[in-house]
């Protein structure tokens, strides 16, 4: 029988103690609710990154609205381009060579070919069983003159194995050249933003004399290329250590992971890695820390017993931050997150052990299909937790926002004290993409 769904709706299970969280799905997987918070980055933001590069998608209609909003949002359509799989096209063609012949027409109507490509195939190919590598290696032979980067947007594998902004990362770098080795260039690969010069670890890199190279910061496709210089790879974000590490593989250098975390005690240990590799001297940690905890008691002093909602989009740790504040006495209620990574399973049991008001909240259960709004006044940490919150007082970050190390946890103290002090648009800001990249809204 039909139901119908009124204005309140029981949220108890989407809402579950941490001390009840399974590892890694503390929520079951179930029909999925989408919140209109999309302030992360997707595959249409990630290919753009490559200065000069065009990409094309190949599938349905109904499979391009999202991408072509995304390209048109970021003022890029004319680094944009479709071709379109009709029904008649399964029944009576031939999937590769409808591709092919596709894309060379996009290109040839083109005013000059760019020098890579990204080609998207998409679900279909799998099904259908397409052979991947003829289509590339006419398209090859066709276009000598262009990089193709094999690419996929096929959302049936997002929950098993690699994802597919993990195979586009990795896919990515693919085209960089191996180059002669130069000892004083660094590459930090994997993440979408350029990592801040205030942090740690272009402090220690600068120091030393180093040139940094980031996909965020090439101008042109040559400095693109000229990633293949590097003699060390340095990777930060979980997303993207799968490509770095191949990259790193494929060229035969050194590679370092090194992620975004709130302890010390890991943030040292990164540190001394790094600094190993470079032979050269270890910065004063112990001023870095005294320079946090200094940092931290001045935001909790301002911001008090102010319940806290803390979301997976703000950062790749999101249980690590929830420890990190309660560590210091932070009064945090909620941590929306529907999976945990390896990276964070210590931090649960933590989290376990230490805490009893703490709940985790699922950001796709379907009974969070209305904003929660709680007596008291919520600072959220982070886009997700402001809708599910309803709150006006968040901070507006994805990916850590470039930051990384001791100061990376300075920078989020100073961003919750502005939270805290100013309010924002939170129905204009969360519907947002790709926090941090080009955008025309």
């Not at 066709?142 to 193709?148: G, N």
């Amino acid at each position: 029988m039909l139901k119908r769904i009124g204005q309140d709706v029981d949220r108890t299970e989407a809402y579950i103690p941490v001390t009840e969280a399974g590892y890694p799905l503390p929520f079951p997987r179930e029909l999925e609710f989408n919140a209109p918070v999309h302030g992360n980055w997707n595959i249409v933001h990630i290919g753009m990154l490559i200065p000069g590069a065009h990409q094309i998608y190949v599938g349905s209609d109904n499979c391009m609205r999202g991408v072509v909003m995304t390209a048109a949002e970021m003022n890029a359509q004319d680094r944009f381009s479709m071709v379109l799989i009709e029904e008649e096209d399964i029944l009576e063609g031939n999937l590769e060579d409808l591709t092919i012949e596709g894309i060379s027409e996009v290109i040839r109507q083109m005013p000059s070919p760019p020098p890579a490509i990204l080609v998207f195939l998409v679900c279909l190919h799998h099904f259908l069983g397409s052979d991947t590598d003829r289509i590339y290696g006419e398209l090859e032979e066709r276009f000598p003159d262009i990089d193709f980067i094999r690419c996929w947007m096929d959302p049936i594998m997002q929950k098993h194995g690699l994802t597919p902004d993990q195979k586009e990362r990795k896919a990515m770098l693919d085209p960089i050249p191996e180059k002669p080795v130069d000892l004083k260039t660094v590459n930090i690969l994997g993440g979408d933003m350029e990592t801040e010069e205030r942090s740690d670890l272009m402090k220690i890199l600068s120091s030393g004399g180093y040139k940094v190279r980031e996909l965020p910061r090439c101008k042109t496709y040559q400095d693109y290329q000229d990633m293949g210089e590097a003699f060390l790879n340095i990777c930060c974000l979980p997303a993207g250590e799968y490509g770095v590490k191949e990259f790193s593989r494929r060229l035969n250098r050194k590679y370092l992971y090194l992620p975004i975390c709130f302890g010390y005690d890991e943030i040292e240990e990164n540190i001394e890695k790094l600094c190993a590799v470079l032979k050269t001297e270890k910065p004063d940690v112990k001023a870095e820390k005294n320079r946090c905890e200094e940092a931290i008691e001045k935001a909790k002093k301002m911001i008090g017993d102010t319940p806290i909602a803390i979301d997976y989009l703000v950062h790749p740790r999101p249980l690590g931050m929830a420890r990190m504040l309660i560590e210091h006495e932070f009064n945090v209620k909620t941590v929306y997150i529907d999976a945990i990574t390896p990276e964070e399973q210590k931090d649960l049991e933590w989290l376990k052990q230490n805490t009893a008001g703490l709940e985790l909240g699922s950001t796709m259960h379907v009974k969070q299909r209305r904003i929660r709004h709680d007596s008291e006044e919520v600072l959220a940490v982070g886009p997700k937790a402001a809708w599910f919150e309803g709150t006006s007082h968040f901070v507006n970050m994805v990916e850590a926002g470039g930051s990384w190390g001791f100061d990376g946890i300075c920078h989020l103290m100073e961003r919750m004290m502005e939270a805290y002090q100013e309010e924002k648009d939170t129905r204009d800001l969360v519907p947002r993409k790709g926090l941090g990249c080009a955008s025309c809204i």
